[in-house]
């Protein structure tokens, strides 16, 4: 688990990053976990948007998410979701 400190930390490098993915009323699936779950092994922070015609709750969807990658939730704001995981090789966060 994130600590409140680690995450206001990642809520403040996240402010410039845009989401890279888009949940829409397909919800989510096993593709889009996968591609995920690349994108936190290369940039450890990452944004994902919740769509308009998404049917299922934004916590739901995060919650989701994270059981298929392993990931942290830092934040659910909105329709952002903010995603942290630690990178094997890329490690380019150091958490305070």
Known sequence: MLTSKQKKYLRAASHSIQPIFQVGKAGVNENMTKQIDEA???????????????F???QEVANEIVEATGAHIVQVIGNTII???ESEENKQIELP
């Open 40 to 54: 936190l092994e290369k940039r450890e922070l990452i944004k994902v948007s919740i769509l308009q015609n998404c």
């Open 56 to 58: 299922e709750d934004n």
């Open 83 to 85: 995603l942290y995981k």
